[in-house]
């Protein structure tokens, strides 16, 4: 796990979003955030999440319980990937246990616009390609 100046550390378990990997529709990435999530970090944190939906049918996790902070700009990353994942037909879901997070969706009227879970899915994660077995692929956000 890595940070950035604002505070951002991204894990990604399932995949890594340099290497290639073959289709398996039934095996999400799940992608852990924690810290803040805004103006600073939104620039990084989009390059990866556009490398991680950039196949076909991309099934993608957004762990969101460890993110303290999020503004206008994390909440533009979050609304970039969803198009992403839509327009190439995939699933993404994010997993937020915030009433304060929920409340700010709907204010911004985005409430209805994700999948939003209290917990992660039960479902076993794409093994990391080219890593380690069992090993999380930690993704640098600089």
């Given at each position: 796990?890595?940070?950035?100046?604002?505070?951002?550390?991204v894990t990604?378990?399932?995949r890594s979003p340099d290497a290639p990997e073959p289709h398996e529709p039934d095996r999400p990435t799940v992608v852990a955030l924690r810290g803040e999530i805004d103006l600073?970090?939104?620039?990084?944190?989009?390059?990866?999440?556009?490398?991680?939906?950039?196949?076909?049918?991309p099934d993608l996790v957004l762990d969101l319980r460890g993110v303290t902070?999020?503004?206008?700009?994390?909440?533009?990353?979050?609304?970039?990937v969803r198009n992403r994942?839509?327009?190439?037909?995939g699933r993404l879901r994010l997993v937020s246990d915030s009433a304060r997070f929920r409340g700010m969706l709907r204010l911004?009227?985005?409430?209805?616009?994700?999948?939003?879970?209290?917990?992660l899915p039960d479902v076993t994660s794409r093994p990391v390609?080219?890593?380690?077995?069992?090993?999380?692929?930690?993704v640098a956000v600089r």
């Open positions: 796990m890595s940070r950035n100046r604002t505070g951002l550390a990604t378990t399932g600073g970090s939104a620039t990084p944190l989009t390059m990866r999440l556009d490398a991680l939906t950039s196949d076909p049918s902070f999020i503004d206008c700009a994390g909440l533009g990353v979050l609304c970039r994942v839509e327009a190439r037909a911004v009227d985005l409430d209805e616009a994700f999948e939003i879970a209290a917990g390609v080219g890593g380690d077995s069992g090993a999380d692929a930690r």
